[in-house]
């Protein structure tokens, strides 16, 4: 598994900017870190900010930050 996939990554439509919006929680607490028009090419643009932002962290010699945010909560008693 490559270290981007552990982190939880999605795009949503937003009425106030009239655009897809990214977000990846873990990575980007402060909210959305890209905007597109087509929700495909904005998942692929938060796809490529995420894996630029873990390799720059890696290369700084930082760990990672913990990747607790979860789509959906488990189910009670799983």
């Not at 028009?37 to 913990?66: F, M, N």
Request: hydrophobic fraction near 30%; proline fraction near 6%.
């Amino acid at each position: 598994m490559k270290a981007e996939d552990r982190y939880l990554k999605f795009v949503r439509w937003s009425d106030e900017d009239g655009a897809y919006v990214g977000f990846c929680p873990d990575l980007f607490p402060w909210g959305g870190v890209c905007h597109g028009h087509d929700e495909e090419q904005t998942y692929r643009q938060l796809c490529e900010l995420v894996h630029k932002e873990i390799e720059e962290l890696q290369t700084a010699g930082s760990e990672l930050p913990a990747a607790t945010t979860r789509p959906m909560r488990e189910p009670a008693g799983v």
